[in-house]
Every structure is written in C-alpha cells, then in structure tokens.
C-alpha cells in the first residue's frame, strides 16, 4: 500500500512538472522572435518589470504618421535596464501626485532595421527632420534610451494633449506652448497635461524633446554613443 501511494505521488509529480514545461514553452511562443532577441540581449520588458504602466506600441498599428506597420512581430515594449529604472521612478511619482493616472507608453526600444526602414518613409520630404537617419547612427530609441509615452487614466484612456502622438508640426513643439494656448491651438488644459507629463518624466531622469511633447530621451545622443550599443 506504501509502495502503491508513492507511486501515485511520483506520477502526480511528474504530471506536474510536464504541464509546468507545456505552460512555460506556450507563454514564450507568445512572445514575438524580437521580443525574445531583446531580452537575450539584456533589455527589460516594460510591463514585465512594471504592469501598472501601460503599452500600445504605435508602430506594430498602421496609425502612424508612417502610414504603415514597422513592427512586423513585436508588439512588446523594451528599454535598457537603465531607462526602465528611470521609468519606474517617473510612474512611482505620478502615482504620488496623481494616483488616478498612469503613464502609457507608444514606442520604446527600437532596432535600427526598423529605424532604417522608417527613414526611408520620411527621407527627402518634410516630415525628415523628425526621424534620425541611421547613417548618422539614428537615434535615442536604437540605444532603448528613449521613450515615447503620454497620459492615461488607470483604464489606459489618454488624456489631452493638445495634438495625436507622432503629430509632426509646431503644435507639437514644447516650447511656445503658452502661445498654442493663446492662438486656441491646443487647450490650457493640454498645456496643463502636458506639463504634468514633463515633470514625472524630469523627475525619473529623463530629457524632453522641444519638437516633440511626447518624446523623452535618458540621456545624450554623445553619451549613448560612448557608452551604450545599437540595437542591430
């Protein structure tokens, strides 16, 4: 009977341990191939490290101002481990000001063949000013150094902020945004939003674009290029 009843456990055990192996290899399958190159390649997963903020990563949608899908599979969002710190502590001190709100993020690590071919989108029309062109060795989001986030509520509704993410044009820049208000070009509570956004974000460590109220860089372009690597 003692042998009977530890051979029922062996078998329980085992079964056990199958269904852990089966449930494992189906959550990494759901994982995209880019998503899972990143994280070998030592970048966090957002919503991993951090599931209150919020992910709609905008170029894995043709709503961009691209007009076409650039993320082929991925549809998760990475950063370097040092920008994800930052990130946590910008969201830690929103949740302080305004425990009703999240942060939600549009784009975040980006590889440079998906720079390359948005680059080639925007090169010689008037939208290529707002692109990095990979032959100078693109830009913040091709370090996971960068990015691009907003407002929402905690059910990941975005607030105001006076223009779309990706809007290419003034009303976007972060610089003269008390004569937006004036000329009724965004609202005084955009500005406000907007504000709101740039001090949880300062907060963490992070830089703001002036042409762009959506895009924070954690650090320089020279100090990426000195001390961080490309993602291919």
């Not at 939600?104 to 948005?118: E, F, L, N, S, T």
């Given at each position: 009977?003692?042998?009977?009843?530890?051979?029922?456990?062996?078998?329980?055990?085992?079964?056990?341990?199958?269904?852990?192996?089966?449930?494992?290899?189906?959550?990494?399958?759901?994982?995209?191939?880019?998503?899972?190159?990143?994280?070998?390649?030592?970048?966090?997963?957002?919503?991993?490290?951090?599931?209150?903020?919020?992910?709609?990563?905008?170029?894995?949608?043709?709503?961009?101002?691209?007009?076409?899908?650039?993320?082929?599979?991925?549809?998760?969002?990475?950063?370097?481990?040092?920008?994800?710190?930052?990130?946590?502590?910008?969201?830690?001190y929103?949740?302080?000001?305004?425990?009703?709100?999240?942060?939600?993020?549009?784009?975040?690590?980006?590889?440079?063949?998906?720079?390359?071919?948005?680059?080639?989108?925007?090169?010689?029309?008037?939208?290529d000013?707002?692109?990095?062109?990979?032959a100078?060795?693109?830009?913040?989001?091709n370090?996971?150094?960068?990015?691009?986030?907003?407002?929402?509520?905690?059910?990941?509704?975005?607030?105001?902020?006076?223009?779309?993410?990706?809007?290419?044009?003034m009303?976007?820049?972060?610089?003269?945004?008390?004569?937006?208000?004036?000329?009724?070009?965004?609202?005084?509570?955009?500005?406000e939003?907007?504000?709101?956004?740039?001090?949880?974000?300062?907060?963490g460590?992070?830089?703001?674009?002036?042409?762009?109220?959506?895009?924070?860089?954690?650090?320089?372009?020279?100090?990426?290029?000195?001390?961080?690597?490309?993602?291919?």
């Amino acid at each position: 009977m003692m042998m009977k009843k530890i051979f029922q456990r062996l078998q329980m055990g085992s079964l056990l341990l199958l269904f852990g192996c089966v449930f494992s290899v189906s959550a990494a399958d759901k994982e995209s191939a880019t998503a899972r190159r990143l994280a070998r390649e030592g970048y966090v997963n957002i919503q991993k490290e951090d599931p209150s903020i919020h992910v709609s990563l905008m170029y894995s949608r043709a709503d961009n101002f691209c007009g076409v899908v650039l993320y082929d599979d991925l549809k998760e969002a990475f950063l370097h481990p040092e920008a994800m710190a930052a990130l946590k502590k910008a969201q830690a001190y929103l949740k302080q000001l305004r425990p009703d709100l999240s942060l939600k993020v549009y784009d975040a690590a980006r590889p440079m063949r998906i720079q390359q071919k948005m680059w080639d989108k925007v090169k010689h029309t008037n939208k290529d000013i707002y692109v990095s062109n990979p032959a100078h060795g693109g830009g913040m989001h091709n370090y996971g150094m960068a990015v691009d986030i907003t407002l929402c509520t905690l059910k990941g509704d975005t607030l105001d902020m006076g223009t779309k993410i990706d809007y290419m044009g003034m009303a976007a820049h972060i610089d003269h945004e008390d004569r937006l208000v004036s000329e009724k070009k965004i609202s005084p509570k955009a500005r406000e939003n907007r504000q709101l956004l740039r001090k949880v974000m300062r907060h963490g460590g992070f830089i703001p674009l002036r042409t762009e109220w959506w895009h924070f860089n954690k650090c320089s372009r020279a100090t990426a290029k000195k001390y961080y690597k490309v993602i291919p």
